[in-house]
């Protein structure tokens, strides 16, 4: 049998996909047992791979055992059960199996002549997330690469809708605990530092609606030549998982006409359980949200989201058809005319299948595993509270908040020395230690620990275990 240029037989390709496909069960089946954390330098890793690529064909067995020992075999592992920092990456063996599939059948999702089935599936997948958000009829989404492009899309569209394209007069407030890829966003889309309203937050880490208020009034002032347009809500911060005063950012929003965007790339899926609907409320009357399915929805990366109130404004925004130019395009619209065109509704053209594995993992596991272990992590974090608040050598710094809690050693602790820098070198030991990752972050000004729990298969054994071994460590 002639193999086709760039192909293995079927012989080879079995092979091989069997041997990947047990490299992948046995990471999930032994995950709790290795290591959080390998790191090897460059130098290491260059003396290891070889830096030079052959000219003849090698083994895909040899290849696989290399990418086996010494690429897989240096990772911090984002979906270890005793991985607490940053935002966990859990992902699930059905999503993986699914991003297998969108990749081997080289899914085309840019638009529904290419692939009506996967459009179909993006359709179903978004409109369920936009009602477990609370946005009404007519409200829809795409899926993105994460929350770096689904805040980027959403604020390119509520420029576009409320402004009309760009305005060097144009104000967008949001907090001091946003996210950086807020101000990341609005740098690639033009605005400048004096176009941007930083606010202080309250005490409790949430927009300070004072000072928001003031802003706006101030900005709206004569002779100011300011035209204030959006504000920016977060729906659970990373840093301590705080969540603005939403309804009251909603009502300021509809007396000022301004463009309402919710990040809620991190904690916006706690809107699946009661609890977090309530910590929530307002979030159905964002004019656009955020959130990421590879964070607490569990799935592999990448897929984020971006929601719009309504559909419409994301073609506005993103659709372009210059009357004097030709397109290849031309026979997308004309053949399915009364279907989705997805790259009219973003930045790609070129689209992967992103929602397959969200869409067979709530098939496979059902909506009620997914609303339970949110309402697990939730719990698991305000449990973890209560055993550092009973400690007299642990001060909670922050509370929990959408299983997110920040702690550090109490200020008068004999041995916290510069207390900055003490948990700064604890977290570097835990990282060499490879128990388990817990990072820092800084709270008005102070260097504390953060927990983020909102891995399925994290225990209380697990955060007990960990707390133990970073006061040893300290």
């Known amino acids: 049998m002639t193999v086709p240029p760039l192909q293995l037989s079927p012989e080879a390709m079995r092979s091989l996909g069997y041997k990947v496909v047990d490299l992948i069960v046995d990471h999930f089946t032994t995950l709790r047992e290795q290591p959080v954390s390998v790191q090897r330098t460059r130098t290491e890793l260059d003396a290891q791979l070889g830096t ?10 040899e290849v696989l055992a290399t990418v086996e020992r010494h690429v897989l075999g240096a990772l911090t592992h984002v979906d ?25 059948f080289n899914v085309f999702a840019g638009h529904w002549l290419a692939a009506s089935g996967a459009g ?11 009602r477990e958000c609370g946005l009404p009829d007519g409200a829809g989404g795409l899926f993105v690469s994460g929350g770096s492009m689904a805040n980027l899309s959403a604020l390119a569209t509520a420029r576009r809708i409320s402004l009309g394209g760009p305005d060097p007069s144009a104000v967008v407030y949001y907090s001091d605990q946003t996210h950086n890829s807020l101000a990341k966003a609005l740098r690639v889309l033009g605005f400048t530092d004096a176009q941007q309203r930083m606010l202080p937050s309250d005490p409790n880490q949430r927009l300070d609606m004072q000072s928001l208020r003031d802003a706006v009034m101030a900005d709206r002032g004569a002779g100011r030549g300011r035209r204030p347009f959006c504000i920016v809500a977060n729906a659970g911060t990373t840093n301590t998982g705080a969540v603005d005063p939403l309804d009251a950012i909603a009502d300021l929003c509809a007396r000022e006409q301004l463009w309402m965007h919710v990040d809620g790339a991190y904690g916006a899926a706690a809107a699946l359980t009661q609890r977090g609907r309530a910590q929530l409320a307002g979030l159905g ?48 619209g004309r053949i399915a005319e009364r279907e989705v065109v997805f790259y009219e509704h973003g930045v790609q053209l070129t689209r992967g299948f992103r929602a397959l594995k969200l869409w067979m993992s709530l098939r496979v596991f059902g909506t009620q595993a997914f609303r339970d272990a949110i309402a697990g992590g939730i719990a698991l974090a305000e449990e973890a509270e209560r055993w550092l608040r009973a400690d007299t050598y642990w001060e909670v710094v922050t509370p929990a908040q959408l299983a997110v809690v920040t702690f550090a050693p109490r200020a008068q602790n004999p041995n916290a020395g510069d207390a900055n820098a003490a948990v700064q070198r604890t977290v570097e030991r835990l990282v060499a230690d490879g ?40």
């Open 285 to 332: 009357r964002a004019d656009s949200i955020t959130l990421d399915p590879h964070k607490w929805l569990f799935q592999p990366f990448e897929i984020g989201c971006v929601l719009v109130r309504d559909m419409r404004h994301l073609r506005t925004t993103f659709s372009v058809h210059p009357e004097d130019q030709a397109s290849y395009l031309e026979d997308v």
């Open 52 to 61: 030079e690529f052959p000219a003849e064909p090698m083994p895909p067995e």
């Open 120 to 130: 179909a599936v993006e359709l179903q997948t978004i409109d369920w997330l936009r």
């Open 80 to 104: 270890h059960p005793r991985f607490y920092a940053f935002v966990p990456g859990p992902g699930n063996f059905v999503g993986t199996m699914a991003d297998a599939l969108a990749s081997g």
């Open 435 to 474: 128990f388990a990752m817990v990072t820092s972050t800084a709270i008005r000004g102070r260097t504390v620990f953060r927990l983020c729990l909102i891995h399925p298969a994290a225990t209380v054994a697990d955060v007990r275990a960990t707390l133990d071994r970073l006061r040893q460590l300290a």
